[in-house]
């Protein structure tokens, strides 16, 4: 079992930043990858980046450039950099844990909202 708390979250105007933090905590040694995924109201969630266990990233071209995934293991703490925030970047945030195992598991958290808004 794992379990993810996401927090940082916020109202920001346009073009200022953010970091998102997701605390994981539980059996986590088995994790194969971490990410983040947004989803705007009314439309479907989407993958915004990802970190491997052996530190690949992935990022969805909208936010290339802008946001960081990054990864802080003695906090067990993956965090999502956010600059130049737009507009279209309002979604709830949910950090995803997927796990080894037959079949693999996500693990998923609360969600944490952000605003950019002038």
């Not at 997701?22 to 109201?41: D, E, N, V």
């Not at 439309?43 to 969805?60: H, I």
């Not at 003695?74 to 945030?93: I, R, S």
């Amino acid at each position: 079992q794992v379990q993810l708390v996401e927090s940082g979250g916020g109202l920001v105007q346009p073009g200022g930043s953010l970091r998102l933090s997701c605390a994981a905590s539980g059996s986590i040694f088995s994790l194969l990858a971490m990410g983040w995924y947004r989803q705007a109201p009314g439309k479907q969630r989407e993958l915004v980046a990802t970190l491997t266990r052996g530190g690949s990233t992935n990022y969805a071209d909208s936010v290339k450039g802008r946001f960081t995934i990054s990864r802080d293991n003695a906090k067990n703490t993956v965090y999502l950099q956010m600059y130049n925030l737009k507009p279209e970047d309002t979604a709830v945030y949910n950090c995803n844990a997927r796990s080894q195992g037959l079949p693999t598991t996500d693990y998923w958290g609360q969600g944490t909202q952000v605003t950019v808004s002038s």
